[in-house]
């Protein structure tokens, strides 16, 4: 685990690095940009910490309907991701709104990715990751949606 004082200082990286993805989205205009530029409004930016051994989040209950800015931040030495899928998911199974799939881009050591997100169902999720350094489960962190 990781020790508060750290703890701090990743999420403050999390949020620089936050910045700087929003500032390059929104430099390239159009939808994206109205997108991820409302997490400075009511949109909750979630910071997650995608380790090597665990995924850890303050923030583990959701709302249906509500968008989230999902920032995952990878506090680990290897390649991760950040997925949203049923909860007890041993495989990679993202969950799926029209054309959109929520699947983080592949992160490398200490950086941070942006994943707007909306639930459509309550439900029991989890935040996971399944590279291959992680075995066949992966390392996840259960979550709960709620109307
Ligand atoms: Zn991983």
């Known amino acids: 685990m990781i020790a508060s004082q750290q703890r701090t200082q ?10 700087g993805a929003a500032l390059a989205v929104a430099s390239i205009g159009g939808a994206a940009a109205t997108a991820i530029a409302a997490p400075s409004g009511n949109t909750p930016v979630i910071i997650v910490e995608v380790g090597d051994d665990a995924v ?32 007890g998911s041993l495989t990679a199974q993202p969950l799926t709104d029209g054309g959109r799939i929520a699947r983080s881009a592949p992160l490398a050591s200490s950086t941070a990715g942006m994943l707007l997100w909306r639930f459509d169902a309550p439900g029991a999720y989890q935040l996971a990751c399944h590279g291959l350094d992680h075995g066949d489960s992966g390392v996840s962190l259960p979550i709960e949606v709620t109307n």
Not at 78 to 83: A, C, K, S, V
């Open 10 to 19: 990743v999420v403050h990286l999390g949020k620089l690095l936050v910045v």
């Open 56 to 87: 850890f989040s303050e923030r583990t209950t959701f709302t249906v309907g509500t968008t989230y800015a999902f920032a995952p931040i990878n506090v680990g030495a290897e390649r991760h991701e950040l997925i949203i899928e049923p909860q």
